[in-house]
């Protein structure tokens, strides 16, 4: 068991909205750890769009992704990939 | 009885019992529960939980049937439905409930005011727009909460006419349109969501009205006026009848003049042409605008290419959506205009105070160049395809014009460069809907290929009134006489020019104008498609000699109100049927 830590920068086009953020929690929560989101020293759960959303994370912005339990390494790797793939929108 | 004006956003007369809908939030106070009961309140909110996603899935399911051509709206059920998954909305609710025992309505609506807050602070205007839907789940859960069963209005096999302070747009797109007869609704403009809906599924709505709520019961009935922008509680007997008279016989009319007009050309009895085409929002209204007559598509709004998608729509997005519509029309032409949005759709970085006056429409393009040049060379790749013509919205100064235009020529540029094909012909124009330039339409006519006025906001701009502000709207008319001196000027340019000319507003939809406007010498007008068979008939009816006597007799006018009184005596001598009192 251990954290992982990841910074990526967001380069969504529209930050960090309903479908990215959806697609963001819908990922994290496969995975029993627990997964934490942060811009600029705010930090919310990374399972919860509602959460992710009052991030108000805009394009350009480092996000840091933290995960912590036992399949906390597969985990932030599936997630940075996410966020680095645009969310799968190009 | 009581007679109540607003705005009318959706066409036609309905008669029915009122079902009244009231907002679920309204005093929710501090109630507390228990500590024995915290259970059964927690199973409490779980049931309304499920409820409330059944119902998402239902309603979403069945929109994707009976609204395939709105199919972005399924976005907002998109929204819905995570948040009802979301753990933390349960977890937050549960631990209120837990240890502060309060009532699951009132934790609730604790934690989603929380939410709405922090969305609020983010400053973002994206999320500042999701707050209404954040707003509409909260009364799906609290009403499944109390158990209610207003949700169902669309399914009571009964017809009703909806009353309401204003919907959510979840439940505007819920109704079934066979159900509901109308709308008559408290809040809202013409260009709500509301009135949106209610256009597309052809249901008259007056929107606007004031306060109806309170002095209605559900059951009671009403007459809406979608037409004439006004709503009847409980009708006498004499007005009651003469509505029921101009429902059925409206209803009859339209047919008639529909299967007599639409494939007619619209030509006064003395041999001038009047041609008659159609506004669209999205590509698949172009088979229905042909239907019923159109000629071709004089104006085709294409911010709802940006309101569906999350991001600014891409040169790909762009061209499919003109493709589609080209396809559809064959040999009829279009007209596109560039995206005509307000700041509010961008994060600029700051708030407007005057969005009316801001940032707007081609203003933004200093700022985000990118979208309007992804554009632009969409459309100029889809005019090799098709009759294609484009224009500029919103113009005001000559300098604005230029900066314009430099960006068309370098798209070209880069077109040619690559070889890719467009018509090297294509005509671009700019809308004349600024007071400054309709004075300045002469000079506007020596660099461009057409005018298009945009009667809504040139009155706006002129008269300085918003209509949707019902404080001021009895300000509004197209027919103000300034308003009218800057259309003589600038079609009095345009002659003078020799460049072509078309009115896209309102205005040219209604046959209350129709004369005045053959009469003043437009001979291009583009209109909701329901207006087409109506504006035909109007035109066949009248002679230009007629027509222009009207227009300079109205000329000579100096009161709108005085106009409008004299033109519902014009139109009703050329078709009684059609004019109300």
């Known amino acids: 068991m251990a954290t992982f830590v990841r910074e990526v920068p967001l380069l969504h086009r529209t930050g960090l909205h309903l479908r990215a953020a959806g697609k963001f929690a819908e990922l994290a929560a496969r995975y029993q750890c627990e997964v934490r989101l942060g811009v600029a020293g705010k930090v919310v759960n990374g399972k919860s769009v509602l959460d992710i959303l009052t991030l108000g994370a805009a394009p350009g912005v480092n996000l840091t992704i933290s995960t912590d339990g036992p399949d906390a390494e597969e985990a932030v790797r599936a997630l940075e990939a996410l966020v680095r793939q645009n969310f799968g929108e190009g | 009885m009581e007679i109540k004006r607003g705005i009318g956003v959706s066409p036609g007369v309905a008669i029915g019992a009122a079902v009244v809908i009231e907002r679920e939030g309204a005093g929710i106070g501090r ?64 631990a209120l409930v837990r240890n502060r025992h309060f009532t699951a309505e009132y934790a609730l609506s604790q934690v989603m005011r929380r939410y709405v807050k922090s969305l609020e602070s983010a400053g973002d205007s994206y999320l500042l727009q999701r707050v209404r839907d954040f707003d509409d789940l909260e009364q799906r859960l609290l009403r499944n909460l109390r158990g209610g069963q207003k949700e169902e209005i669309g399914h009571a096999g009964k017809q009703v006419v909806v009353v309401a302070h204003d919907l959510m747009p979840s439940q505007t797109v819920s109704f079934d349109r066979d159900r509901v007869l109308a709308m008559a609704i408290e809040a809202g403009g013409r260009t709500s969501h509301t009135a949106i809906i209610a256009r597309a599924l052809r249901i008259p709505a007056v929107v606007g009205v004031g306060e109806i709520c309170n002095a209605i019961s559900d059951g009671d009935r009403v007459i809406v006026d979608g037409t004439g922008g006004i709503v009847i509680l409980d009708p006498d007997d004499v007005t009651l009848r003469r509505y029921q008279a101009r429902a059925r016989s409206l209803q009859v009319i339209e047919e008639k003049i529909a299967a007599e007009f639409c494939n007619l050309p619209a030509v006064t009895r003395d041999g001038r042409r009047v041609s008659v085409e159609a506004n669209i929002e999205f590509p698949q209204e172009v088979a229905a605008i042909l239907q019923y007559g159109a000629e071709g598509v004089g104006l085709y709004r294409t911010e709802f290419l940006f309101h569906a998608a999350e991001r600014p729509p891409g040169e790909e997005e762009h061209f499919q959506a003109y493709m589609d519509a080209i396809r559809a029309l064959g040999d009829h032409p279009i007209t596109i205009r560039v995206l005509d949005l307000g700041a509010d759709k961008f994060d600029l970085g700051y708030q407007e105070r005057n969005p009316f006056l801001g940032c707007r429409s081609m203003r933004l393009m200093r700022a985000r160049p990118e979208i309007f040049r992804q554009q632009i060379k969409a459309i100029l790749r889809a005019s090799a395809f098709g009759r294609v013509r484009f224009m500029f919205p919103l113009i005001s100064t000559l300098p604005e014009l230029r900066e314009a235009m430099a960006m068309v020529n370098e798209v070209k540029a880069e077109l040619d460069g690559a070889r890719i094909r467009y018509d090297k012909d294509i005509r671009v124009g700019i809308m004349i809907e600024v007071p400054s330039a309709a004075i300045m339409a002469e000079t506007f006519a020596r660099e461009v290929d057409f005018f298009s006025i945009g009667t809504n906001d040139l009155v706006q701009y002129t008269l300085a009134v918003d209509r949707d502000n019902e404080h001021v709207a009895h300000l509004f008319s197209p027919v103000d006489p300034a308003v ?27 046959i209350l104008y129709t004369v005045l406007l053959v009469g003043m010498g437009f001979q291009r007008l583009s209109m909701a498609p329901t207006a087409v068979a109506d504006v035909k008939k109007l035109v066949c009816s009248v002679s230009y000699e007629d027509a222009r006597r009207v227009a300079e007799e109205a000329m000579q006018m100096s009161s709108a109100t005085e106009i409008e009184e004299y033109l519902r005596g014009v139109t009703r001598r050329f078709i009684p049927e059609l004019v109300g009192d």
């Open chain 2, 484 to 510: 009218l001196r800057l259309m003589r000027m600038t079609l009095e340019a345009a002659q003078k020019a020799g460049i072509d000319l078309s009115i896209c507003g309102e205005m040219a939809g209604d």
């Open chain 2, 31 to 94: 109630t507390f529960v228990m500590p024995d009961e915290v259970e059964p309140e927690m199973e409490r909110f779980d049931e309304a939980l499920a409820r409330s996603r059944a119902e998402i899935e239902a309603l979403s399911e069945k929109l994707r049937k009976s609204l395939s051509d709105l199919e972005n709206i399924s976005d907002i059920f998109e929204m819905h439905r995570r948040i009802l998954d979301d753990p933390r909305l349960r977890s937050q609710v549960e």
